[in-house]
């Protein structure tokens, strides 16, 4: 901050020329309403709007303005002065975000603008630090202020107020908004970053309580008038939380360790400070560890505006060990890390952004597709505690399942839920006995047709083969299950199945009954499926019991390489044939498959082949019958 200068303008002109200028703003806004808005109007109000962030910026640097300072106590003269500043900065304010709610670049370089010039100071009093030099951070306020108008449209606010219907997609913030918000200010500073996670799971845990409120004083009305309960509809609410999830989307690069956050590597919008601590005890038990407290953090208020400082004795957190002959309560050095400095804050105020966005209701299945993607590719690798999102997970599942969901979108959405769960339960260690049964759900012909084909057949191998200690009667099931999709499914989906039976039959011998069970005498070798393939619970299939006579029919295949596999299926050599690799039939499509076979035909043909694939036996001289009523009018040759 500097000292006035005498050649600035005086306060009385700052004061008109603020006056004009916010006058000239809400004669442009009177403007837009009556719809006699156009382009130079726009031009125009971007240059004052910039002019305006210019003045105040000059203000705030010459200590005359301090929107933190709101006191009607102080009846000094500059007390006054900055109390008419902050009445002005905030119309200043609400017209920006107007304009950010209209979709205005300008509007949004300019609110970005006023953050980066209007600081706070940081309280370190409070944590026993003195220090001559103020230190400033970025004020949560205005970046709140402007997370508001980024996720929530004008649309939202007034249907909340009149109660009314809209469409769902002019609810939606503009791509270009978000991605500009993103671009040049989010990714370029980290204390932006961890400051911006921090609003986002602010509004959505305000949404919620506003929520609960609205839920409480309905139900308490409804059972003074009618003693029934009912629910309370919050339109828009979904499109707030998509909005929401858009941009934590965006945010895939989010500090990981202390070399994220080193002032020389990291860039910072305000510097933090620098602080060292010459009263901490060496043989105090002041360290603490932040893994272990992760579950009592989760638990806290997370309103650490303040940014409470803490210390940190390098990466390791290892206290030296007093030297002999000096006494056990000597003092040493300390650096003390702000706590958008810590990485961990990072990575937990992520978590908490994405906790509390989820649970608000009726998130579009649009965007859970992106979402449940995302957490399982990068948030759940990053977060403190991402069993935490078992909840989500299991609920998407439950939904992706239910009725009221398309079947297209309710199987991508299980599978992307399944998936999510899978890495819960191989890297976290969670407990989730139904995820077999909810896998085996899945399995029906309409999911080889997927867009996500590809990830489902991936998640399916891997859980069954990763798992040495399945039950006989879980390998069982899928084994028959498999078979059933061979026979109704494309021939690219049977081979994939056929050899994932192939390598659970090899993997799992106990389940070799299936394929060398023979029928009884008195029924001439035939055998009774008593497979029920209708139940979900794998306890009741009975497939133990059964047998793959599908194998004999899949043999008859007419798709050369379905039958090939089909045939192999129970007769290798397991200690001379290997496994199966299920990446290669993962890839298979019908086009790959009709490439493979040109390309087979095509080499037949270079190397002076007869090709063993015949269509017909004999060569047809019309293209319909002789008995056919059309068969005289179109002949061959």
Not at 41 to 48: F, G, T, W
Not at 53 to 67: G, Y
Request: with cysteine; glycine share 6%; aromatic share 8%.
């Amino acid at each position: 901050m500097t000292a006035p200068d005498s050649s600035e303008p005086s306060a009385a002109q700052t004061a008109q020329e603020i006056k004009v200028l916010l006058q000239q703003l809400r004669k442009s806004s009177k403007q837009r309403q009556r719809g006699s808005y156009n382009n130079a109007s726009e031009r125009d109000d971007a240059l004052r709007l910039d002019k305006l962030r210019r003045i105040f910026a000059r203000l705030v640097d010459r200590n005359e303005l301090d929107i933190t300072y709101r006191s009607n106590s102080d009846q000094s003269a500059s007390a006054k002065w900055n109390q008419w500043l902050i009445t002005q900065h905030d119309v200043f304010v609400g017209h920006l975000v107007d304009g950010i709610i209209a979709g205005k670049a300008a509007s949004m370089r300019t609110f970005c603008g006023v953050i980066a010039t209007t600081p706070v100071n940081i309280n370190l009093q409070s944590n026993g630090d003195s220090t001559d030099e103020k230190q400033y951070m970025l004020s949560e306020q205005l970046l709140n202020k402007l997370l508001s108008a980024l996720v929530k449209s004008k649309q939202y606010f007034d249907l909340s107020k009149s109660g009314e219907d809209s469409s769902g997609d002019s609810l939606v913030s503009e791509e270009s908004m978000l991605t500009l918000f993103e671009s040049e200010f989010l990714r370029q500073y980290r204390d932006a970053q961890y400051f911006a996670m921090k609003g986002i799971n602010k509004i959505a845990m305000d949404l919620r309580a506003s929520m609960d409120g609205d839920a409480k004083r309905s139900k308490g009305k409804d059972l003074d008038e009618s003693g029934e309960d009912s629910e309370v509809d919050h339109k828009g609410m979904g499109i707030v939380a998509e909005n929401m999830c858009r941009l934590l989307i965006l945010l895939d690069y989010v500090a990981r360790t202390a070399s994220d956050l080193n002032p020389g590597d990291a860039k910072y919008l305000f510097d933090p400070p620098q602080l060292m601590d010459n009263d901490t005890e060496e043989d105090g038990d002041g360290d603490r560890d932040e893994e272990d407290n992760s579950e009592a953090d989760d638990t806290e208020s997370d309103s650490d505006s303040d940014e409470s400082v803490e210390e940190s004795e390098g990466a390791g957190r290892k206290r030296a060990a007093p030297s002999k002959g000096k006494s056990s309560t000597k003092r040493s050095k300390k650096t003390k890390l702000i706590t958008w400095q810590q990485s961990y804050k990072h990575r937990f105020a992520l978590q908490q952004a994405w906790l509390s966005t989820l649970r608000l209701p009726d998130i579009p299945t649009r965007t859970q597709k992106h979402v449940l993607q995302h957490l399982s590719n990068y948030v759940l690798g990053v977060c403190p505690s991402p069993l935490r999102f078992a909840e989500y997970f299991t609920r998407s599942f439950q939904v992706g399942t239910s009725k009221t969901v398309t079947k297209g979108s309710s199987s991508l959405i299980s599978i992307l839920a399944l998936d999510g769960l899978f890495i819960l339960m191989l890297d976290h260690q969670l407990e989730y006995p139904e995820f077999y049964s909810s896998l085996y759900q899945l399995l029906h012909p309409r999911i080889l047709y997927t867009k996500q084909r590809a990830r489902f057949l991936q998640l399916l191998s891997k859980s069954l083969m990763a798992n040495s200690m399945l039950p006989a009667y879980v390998v069982a099931s899928y084994c028959k299950k498999l078979c059933r999709l061979a026979l109704s499914g494309p021939p690219s989906g049977g081979l994939f199945a056929l050899a994932l039976v192939s390598n659970l039959l090899r993997k799992h011998g106990e389940c070799a009954c299936l394929i060398h069970r023979e029928g009884k005498r008195e029924d001439v070798g035939l055998i009774e499926d008593v497979f029920v393939e209708e139940v979900d619970d794998l306890t009741q299939t009975r497939a133990l019991e059964s047998s793959l006579w599908e194998l004999t029919a899949l043999e008859k295949h007419y798709h050369h390489a379905v039958a090939t596999v089909a045939k192999a299926v129970g007769t290798e050599d397991d200690k001379t044939t290997p496994m199966y690799d299920m990446e290669d039939f993962m890839a298979h499509t019908y086009k790959s498959l009709f490439e493979q076979e040109k390309k087979r035909l095509s080499d037949a043909k270079a190397n002076k082949k007869k090709a063993r694939v015949s269509l017909t036996f004999t060569e047809p001289d019309a293209l319909f019958t002789k008995d056919d009523v059309f068969g005289d009018f179109i002949k061959c040759g």
